[in-house]
């Protein structure tokens, strides 16, 4: 799948130090910086990445987020170093929590396009009504095409069991 990204020049809001954009383009459509949050670790609350939500119109109702058709974009930049195993782990329990044991083949392929991170390094998810594009530092590792699981994978962040509160309510502008 070729993406078309165009970055503007304007910033909207920086956060842990890194500066998000106001719009991104993305094959053709114009998406809006919807909200901004820090997903943290541990009980000491260690920031691992902000995380930029873009979509076609902002919202801060997450179901409708998750049940539109429309092209989303998740941006997380990392200010700190995680490991493999640890990116693996973290995303295989949200996985779980998402799906059950459901979607295992498109989880398979989705963990399997993961690597490690170091600070200052991009990690993004494009999400369209059939699939999902996952990008390193802006360049395709792939491309998952499976709707279920494009739209269970946004759940990880939207859903019931997001990896921290603040991240949530953060992506979601509230």
Same mark, same amino acid.
């Given at each position: 799948?070729?993406?078309?990204?165009?970055?503007?020049?304007?910033?909207?809001?920086?956060?842990?130090?890194?500066?998000?954009? &106001? #719009? =991104?383009? *993305?094959?053709?459509?114009?998406?809006?910086?919807? !909200? /901004?949050?820090?997903?943290?670790? %541990?009980?000491?609350?260690?920031?691992?990445?902000?995380?930029?939500?873009?979509?076609?119109?902002?919202?801060?109702?997450?179901?409708?987020?998750?049940?539109?058709? &429309? #092209? =989303?974009? *998740?941006?997380?930049?990392?200010?700190?170093?995680? !490991? /493999?195993?640890?990116?693996?782990? %973290?995303?295989?329990?949200?996985?779980?929590?998402?799906?059950?044991?459901?979607?295992?083949?498109?989880?398979?392929?989705?963990?399997?396009?993961?690597?490690?991170?170091?600070?200052?390094?991009?990690?993004?998810?494009?999400?369209?009504?059939?699939?999902?594009?996952?990008?390193?530092?802006?360049?395709?590792?792939?491309?998952?095409?499976?709707?279920?699981?494009?739209?269970?994978?946004?759940?990880?962040?939207?859903?019931?069991?997001?990896?921290?509160?603040?991240?949530?309510?953060?992506?979601?502008?509230?």
């Amino acid at each position: 799948m070729l993406i078309n990204l165009f970055l503007g020049l304007a910033f909207a809001a920086t956060l842990g130090g890194v500066e998000f954009t &106001e #719009t =991104k383009t *993305l094959t053709g459509k114009n998406l809006l910086l919807n !909200g /901004l949050g820090m997903r943290e670790a %541990t009980i000491f609350k260690v920031d691992v990445y902000a995380a930029g939500l873009y979509l076609e119109k902002k919202n801060n109702n997450a179901q409708e987020i998750l049940s539109n058709n &429309e #092209t =989303k974009y *998740l941006e997380m930049f990392f200010v700190r170093d995680v !490991g /493999l195993d640890k990116i693996v782990e %973290t995303y295989q329990t949200s996985l779980d929590q998402v799906f059950a044991d459901k979607e295992l083949e498109a989880r398979t392929a989705f963990l399997s396009k993961m690597k490690p991170m170091t600070k200052g390094k991009s990690m993004a998810l494009m999400f369209t009504e059939k699939s999902v594009d996952v990008l390193f530092d802006g360049q395709s590792a792939g491309v998952i095409e499976n709707p279920t699981f494009a739209r269970g994978l946004l759940e990880v962040w939207l859903g019931q069991t997001p990896p921290n509160p603040g991240l949530k309510t953060g992506l979601l502008g509230i």
